[in-house]
């Protein structure tokens, strides 16, 4: 974790959650307390502020300072209102590309997708708070700064913006092995959003069961799946080809 995207301190993280800083992620020691501890607790439920239990040499790997139980990483970047970012992309009038991945929680793979959606012309990311990647220093150089130039937005729940976008005339598009359904056969050049799911357990269930269409990629192989960065560029580049 880069120096400069983290806050350690229990007042030092209440402060900056209070100011309004993009606090992405909370660390708390496990097994501690007191009165300090129980005001950040406060602070951090009332602001919606994703947190972790850690053992103490995680906290001690992050900073060598005392930290008294509690590290934060505060995003580069800035976090778009979901509303905002869908009626903005429908009202420049061109077919909207949205990109939903569903707790993806390695930081390289995230950023490895960011980059693939700006070179494709993805118009927004949309992530779940609870359990997903934070945009730390290894997302903004695996992504090659693209970080910067897609718009991403946090959300409390992805099945919620699922029928919010399929609610504003966007179709939903799974990505999964849990279909007959190639890509290829999927209409990717009207308004659609794909749905990519975490590296070990896929897109969840309840969220498989609202999606427009459901689509996988042929394999020949013995492994049965790809890296979910690669995946989603294959998924990314076919809406491309369609669109062109």
């Known amino acids: 974790m880069e120096k400069e995207h983290q806050i350690f301190g229990i007042r ?14 909370v660390f708390i020691q496990k097994d501690i307390s007191g009165e300090l501890m129980k005001d950040l607790m406060k602070v951090m439920k009332r602001n ?7 053992p103490v040499e995680k906290l001690n790997r992050l900073t060598p300072n005392n930290h008294q139980g509690a590290v934060a990483t505060i995003s580069p970047i800035g976090f778009m209102d979901l509303e905002t970012m869908v009626e903005s992309v429908i009202a420049t009038g061109k077919i909207p590309l949205f990109l ?13 997708i960011i980059r693939t959606a700006e070179c494709t ?28 130039n897609v718009p991403i937005c946090k959300v409390e729940h992805i099945k919620d913006a699922i029928f919010y976008l399929q609610g504003s005339g966007i179709k939903t598009v799974a990505a999964t092995e849990k279909t007959e359904q190639d890509i290829y056969d999927i209409a990717l ?11 070990d357990r896929g897109i969840n269930p309840s969220v498989l069961k609202i999606v427009d269409e459901k689509a996988k990629l042929p394999m020949f192989g013995s492994i049965g799946s790809l890296n979910v960065s690669v995946a989603c560029g294959a998924f990314l580049y076919e809406a491309v080809r369609q669109r062109n």
């Open 189 to 199: 050049n009207e308004g659609v959003a794909i749905i990519m799911g975490s590296e």
């Open 48 to 54: 919606d502020i994703n947190f972790s239990y850690v």
């Open 12 to 25: 030092a993280i209440s402060e900056a959650i209070l100011a309004g800083k993009a606090v992405d992620k």
């Open 121 to 148: 012309g993805v118009d927004g990311i949309i992530v779940q708070k609870a359990g997903s990647a934070p945009v730390n220093g290894d997302t903004v150089k695996t992504s090659a700064g693209a970080v910067f």
């Open 100 to 112: 939903i991945l569903d707790q993806i929680s390695d930081a390289r793979n995230f950023g490895a």
